[in-house]
């Protein structure tokens, strides 16, 4: 299958084009940077330079493909508005091109599921990533309406910890949440949905 991803030369973007590739799948990788991505050269891969935050950028990434994957991250910055940024940008380009599934990666501490981490996280979150956080609820929420066959991923914290492939996906859970979970499970967990609807427009929340 033709996937596309973004937020290809992140953690867990990575891990996933590495697994897809194993896979047998073929990648088109929307970036800013080509030379951040290992894996620009592959025979499998189609790279395109853009901005994950255009529309025009995204529909150029998006053309042929079977869906779409996304890994986009802050890169580290506590205050950031990317996630409402490309799902605006998303939307439209997916529904112009006519891909409608979209397998995304949010965080678990999003929207209501912060009252389910324990005290302790609650009060980093709120904190420290407090501002990133709504934006991301912001994100799902316009994801969520946007008629798109969506997947959202909530891992809990992520590690740079080995594949295991044995990993906690819950729907609904109830009371507190904790635990980590490898950003490699977590792309494990994300390719398959491109070729399941066990997860169709549902939110999983993954934990070791």
Do not use: C
Not at 106 to 120: M, N, R
Not at 182 to 200: C, H, I, N, P, Y
Request: positive net charge; glycine residues 10%.
């Amino acid at each position: 299958m033709l996937l596309t991803l973004l937020g290809a030369t992140g953690p867990t973007g990575q891990q996933i084009l590495q697994q897809a590739l194993t896979a047998g799948h073929r990648i088109t990788a929307l970036v800013r940077d080509p030379a951040r991505l290992p894996q620009r050269d592959h025979p499998d891969v189609t790279v395109v330079v853009g901005d994950a935050t255009r529309t025009e950028d995204v529909r150029r990434a998006l053309s042929g493909s079977g869906a779409v994957l996304s890994a986009l991250g802050s890169g580290g910055k506590l205050r950031s508005d990317l996630a409402s940024r490309a799902a605006r940008a998303l939307i439209p380009a997916a529904q112009e091109t006519g891909v409608t599934r979209a397998v995304v990666l949010s965080a678990f501490g999003v929207g209501d599921t912060l009252k389910q981490y324990t005290l302790v996280m609650r009060t980093a979150i709120s904190l420290v990533m407090g501002e990133q956080f709504r934006d991301k609820a912001v994100a799902d929420e316009l994801l969520r309406a946007s008629g798109l066959d969506l997947t959202l991923v909530y891992p809990t914290v992520l590690t740079k910890g080995r594949f295991t492939g044995t990993y906690t996906v819950l729907a609904d859970p109830t009371g507190t949440v904790g635990g980590r979970i490898s950003r490699a499970d977590v792309a494990d967990f994300m390719l398959k949905q491109t070729g399941s609807e066990e997860w169709s427009n549902r939110t999983a929340v993954l934990t070791h």
